[in-house]
C-alpha cells in the first residue's frame, strides 16, 4: 500500500517501511511485494485500470511511432500490463547522438519537462543516460531514456520480477493492440 499511495517510491524504501512498522525483520521479494501491488490496484481502480492501461499503450505507440529511427522498445508497468494510477510511460530509445531523440520529441509539439543525464550500471558496466520526461495532454508523464546503440538488443535482468526486460518494439505494441490489449508479461514465479 505504501507504493500505491506514493508514501514510498522504491521497493526496497516500502519493504523497509513496513518492516519497521511492523516490527518485524523478514522481509517480502520484489516479486511478492509487485504481485500485491497489481492486486491492490485492481481491486481499488477496477475498471478504470483497464481503460487507463489502454490508452497509455496507444500513447506510447504515438511516441514510439515519432522515434521510430531510434529502435524504441516500450518497458516499465505499461509494458508489464501493470500500470496504475501514477504510473508513467517508459520508453528506451538507441542513439549515438542524444540531441536527435530531443530534437524529434520537441519537433513534435510533446510537453517537455526536463532533460537529465543521469549514471547508472547497466549489465555491470557504469553509464551515462539521457532521459527526457514529459507529460501528455492526458496527465501521464513518459520517461524517455536514450542508451548507447552499442546496447541495442541488451536485455537487462529485471530487479522486480527476476526476468529479461525484454519490452515491446513498436511492431510487437501495434500488434497487441490488436490482438490483446490487456495482455500482461509478468512471468509466473520470481
Known sequence: MLLYR????????????????????????NFEVALELDKIADELEGASRREALLR???????????????????????????AHRGSDIDIIVHSSDP???????KS???????????TANFLNQIKKFVHVKMRLDSGTEVEVVVRNLDDL??????????DLMVGLSSEDLESLLRSDPLKKFVPKTG
Open 108 to 118: 513534435s509539439n510533446l510537453n517537455i519537462l526536463e532533460r537529465r543525464v543521469e
Open 153 to 162: 538488443g541488451k536485455a537487462e535482468k529485471c530487479d522486480i520480477y527476476g
Open 6 to 29: 506514493g508514501a514510498a517510491s522504491e521497493f526496497k524504501q516500502a519493504k523497509q517501511k513496513a518492516a519497521r512498522f511492523l516490527g518485524v525483520k523478514v522481509q517480502p521479494s
Open 56 to 82: 497509455m499503450r496507444r500513447e506510447a505507440l504515438h511516441i514510439m511511432r515519432i522515434l521510430e529511427p531510434f529502435n524504441p522498445v516500450l518497458t516499465g508497468s505499461v509494458w508489464r500490463g501493470t
Open 99 to 105: 540531441d536527435r531523440v530531443f530534437d524529434a520529441l
